[in-house]
């Protein structure tokens, strides 16, 4: 996946599927230390992004 489709993804509300995508960019190896850390972030933010989702649906 790229970033146009993880932030389709977000848009969509599908928080869990842009996490992991945002994780597995995070092992490629032409990024440098401060993307892995922006990619880290973004993966964060998602996490937290689907529990809300979650604690409103429960």
């Known amino acids: 996946?790229?970033?146009?489709?993880?932030?389709?993804?977000?848009?969509?509300?599908?928080?869990?599927?842009?996490?992991?995508?945002?994780?597995?960019?995070?092992?490629?190896p032409a990024l440098s230390d401060s993307q892995r850390e922006f990619l880290r972030r973004r993966c964060k933010w998602c996490l937290q992004k689907s529990r809300k989702v979650n604690d409103l649906v429960i």
């Not at 970033?3 to 389709?8: A, D, N, R």
């Open 1 to 28: 996946m790229n970033e146009v489709e993880l932030l389709i993804l977000e848009r969509k509300g599908m928080w869990r599927r842009a996490a992991r995508g945002w994780l597995e960019l995070q092992f490629s």
